[in-house]
């Protein structure tokens, strides 16, 4: 006989009472990765041993695994024969040609020296392979191509940044405005977006009130950083105000933020995954993670280059 206070048990949750619950599991695993990630993340930006190697390495690595789930995720929609060992390197080439290039002087021609190979391997390796696997030939193609350029390219502007005067600022910074701009655009959301969601249809628990707060997250950092720092957030010129260069440079910034948390949105839902893997607690995998540093980084290096002075 079934007692009430097992029906109790067995009668599913309020909606409501349920999703708080999720929120606030969520909230405490994001809680987690950011005391124990940003302290260490500080610590390598700001290590400035080999010109900066410690992060570039650290670019590398994350590239790298970040490929490894991105064709994971492939996998599961497109036919492909791209072992992990394979993904790992093509994700790792561009940071790990920069490395050589800016913390070792390596001639800079071993940049298109080491696409090409891969490039070259991408297009041969499988060309003996049975009939049968021959009918994934393209789909091997298309998505070697892909995880050599994504998140590997994009990321690859972390390590041109540290030639520059004051580096680890410079990139701690930009680390702090993606990181911090998803973060509030999280927490605004969930806290104000319960009537203005489901505007974009590839994330549907985006809101209005989520894509504000991080556009104003992205903007009050850089605005902290040109405040504290006006040593290294050298104005060019004086024709524009610090005001103006701000905004744009907060708003550009938050715009790449969202746009690149979106189009990895995009691609999980392709492929029919939630999350890219499960090594972040709180925010999913290596991608989930990088995902909006990697849209970000080639939009600060321009911006950067286009209203501050550097070495």
Known sequence: MITRNALDVLAPCPQGKRRKEFIVNKLVKRLITFIIGIPALVIVTLMPYYHHLPINIAAAVFTAIGAVEFSSMLKKKYLHNITKAEAFIYGALIP????????????EWILP??????V??????????KPEKLDSFVNHLSSGFALIIYPGFFISWIPKMTVWENAGAVILV??????????LAWLTGTLFGKNNRGIIAISPNKSIAGFIGGLVGSTAIIGVAMSAAPDVFVLRSDFIPAVLVMLIFGICTGL????????????????GVKDSGKLMQGRGGILDTIDSIAFTAPVYYALFNLFFAKS
């Open 96 to 107: 790990s040609a920069l490395i050589l290039i800016i913390n070792f002087n390596y001639p």
């Open 113 to 118: 020296l080491f696409i090409i190979t891969a």
């Open 120 to 129: 070259g391997w991408i297009l041969i390796s499988r060309i003996f392979s």
């Open 174 to 183: 930009f680390l702090m405005i993606p990181l911090g701009s998803d973060s």
């Open 256 to 271: 790449s933020t969202a746009l690149g948390d979106l189009a990895e949105s995009a691609i999980k839902r392709s492929c």
